[in-house]
């Protein structure tokens, strides 16, 4: 298996979560593979020796420096950051909501979903996958749902965004000291391991059993977004991260081979990969140009619409992976120098690359072979965050 690394010559600060990360497996002791219960008070046990030097590579402050990456994808203020589409002049640098969603199949069909303009998935202990949406206009939404808990790969993830973070539970020995430093705008619920956690933004529907019954109530987030004073604009640290094909046209890659139906976990079921026990898949309608998710042996559906999801573009970014402890916990790395594998598909078409990341406040850049950045349909976008020891697992008709 494959440690995920600081790389020698990345500018930015190592932060927490290599830093646990490096502490290798048995952070945590006292609790099992079971289902969470959704006030997570996940606690600690006896940590593994770490050498001297694996330390201190763990606590440098960001004295590292690189080559700047040349790459700048811009944006005219007129266009979401998220989308590439036309939008209100004034609301094109209102920051996005970022929202942990269940989807275990008891916590399905999620509500509101269709109406993030990106989504990640991601593997979680269990083998199977947790959601990420990032919502742009949730200020109109009365609801999100269902909500579960924190991993802080999708921390950092939000954070190449700078969205406002919300979640509901966390595995605090990992992900706490992040969720409660200055670094993270985030709206918590009333669980152990959170210093200020949101009174008004969680609630519960009597129709689902707990812990799969937990959302997001907008006015109530309002609320909590206020009481914490968090800025409901851009800060000067954001970055574009996509680079979509002006209006009207379509991405450069006519020269891309097909790509019709994508299996992020492959066909066979209950691979230790986290997509295939949840039997993910996209298929390519030619009509429309999208693609469709499917999932559990059917359509992903919003419960809200009835409607099947999909979405313009799909993309595989691959990343080192480790198991931290007995109980299954991950961690995937969120950063990378240039090395890492992407598969972008749009338009029925596979554009293939490598993407950088290189500090928390920058997002990370997809690339060709030729080091120019790769195009997206303007439109909506589902990420897979693929463990590169499963690579071969992934199928790609």
């Known amino acids: 298996m494959k440690k995920i690394q600081i790389v020698k010559g990345m500018k930015y600060r190592a ?79 209102r920051r996005p909501l970022a929202v942990m969603l ?63 973070y919300a979640h509901f539970g966390q595995a605090t020995p990992y992900v706490g000291e992040l969720l409660n430093s200055d670094r993270v705008d985030n709206i918590s619920g009333a669980v152990a391991g959170i210093d200020h956690p949101a009174a008004s933004t969680f609630l519960r529907t009597s129709k689902r059993k707990a812990p799969h019954n937990v959302y997001v109530d907008i006015k109530g987030l309002q609320k909590d977004i206020d009481k914490f004073g968090y800025s409901q604009t851009y800060h000067d640290t954001h970055k574009p991260k996509f680079a979509f094909a002006p209006d009207g046209q379509k991405p450069n890659n006519s020269s891309g ?25 996209f298929e390519y309608n030619e009509k429309d140009g999208k693609y469709y ?6 359509p992903h559906i919003d419960e809200s619409t009835g409607e099947q999801l999909s979405y313009d573009n799909v993309i595989f970014q691959y990343c080192y992976g480790e198991v931290r402890d007995a109980n299954d916990y991950l961690a995937f790395g969120c950063h990378g120098d240039n090395n890492m594998k992407v598969q972008v598909f749009t338009q029925g078409k596979m554009t293939e690359g490598t993407w950088s990341r290189y500090a928390d406040t920058d997002p990370a850049y997809y690339v060709d072979k030729n080091g120019d950045p ?24």
């Open 15 to 93: 932060t927490a979560f290599f830093a646990v990360l490096l502490l290798g497996a048995a952070l945590l002791a006292g609790c099992g593979k079971k289902q969470e219960q959704p006030a997570e008070t996940e606690t600690p046990g006896q940590s593994s020796s770490v050498s001297a030097s694996e330390q201190a590579e763990a606590n440098e402050t960001g004295s590292l420096t690189h080559e700047e990456e040349s790459l700048k994808v811009q944006n005219d203020g007129q266009h979401s950051f998220l989308t590439g589409e036309k939008m209100d002049p004034g609301e094109v640098n």
């Open 102 to 164: 269940n989807n275990i199949i008891e916590g399905t069909p999620q509500t509101g979903i269709s109406q993030a303009s990106i989504i990640y998935e991601a593997p979680v202990e269990g083998r199977i996958t947790r959601l990420m949406g990032i919502f742009e206009n949730y200020q109109d939404m009365d609801r999100i749902g269902y909500i579960r808990s924190s991993r802080d790969y999708f921390v950092y993830c939000a954070l190449e965004f700078d969205a406002i």
């Open 257 to 281: 081979q097909k790509a019709l139906l994508l299996y992020p976990g492959g066909k066979e079921k209950d691979l230790p990969n986290g997509f295939s026990k949840v039997q993910a898949y």
């Open 293 to 298: 998710r499917f999932q559990y042996g059917g």
């Open 374 to 397: 790769i195009q997206l349909s303007q439109g909506k976008t589902w990420i897979c965050l693929i463990w590169d020891e499963y690579a071969d697992d992934v199928v790609i008709e």
